[in-house]
């Protein structure tokens, strides 16, 4: 069964940048559609930001111009750098793998909070 891991979360300042990395287990990472997500306390889970397998991302209106996700698909690994933080940007972000709209595997999820 495919596995994902999450690292990289915390607590920082808001204005502060923090990256988070998500390590895949397998041979096929390559061909995933790989994708962040947040869920804050009373809220639904929400889309941060994805990239294909080609490489294509697509953004949240709300992180764009902020975040940047990339993949290392010789290290199994997409990231997602996070600048410009924002105390809304707390919550707890979740690695996901998707082939097209079949979902492959969720991560345990990261912890990041932004606060003075």
């Known amino acids: 069964q495919v596995q994902l891991v999450e690292s990289g979360g915390g607590l920082v300042q808001p204005g502060g940048s923090l990256r988070l990395s998500c390590a895949a287990s397998g041979s096929i990472f390559s061909i995933y559609t790989m994708g962040w997500y947040r869920q804050a306390p009373g809220k639904q889970r929400e889309l941060v930001a994805s990239?294909?397998?080609?490489?294509?991302?697509n953004y949240a209106d709300s992180v764009k111009g902020r975040f940047t996700i990339s993949r290392d698909n010789a290290k199994n690994t997409v990231y997602l750098q996070m600048n410009s933080l924002r105390p809304e940007d707390t919550a707890v972000y979740y690695c996901n793998a998707r082939r097209v709209t079949v979902n492959v595997a969720w991560g345990q999820g990261t912890q990041v909070t932004v606060s003075s």
């Open positions: 990239i294909a397998s080609g490489g294509n991302t």
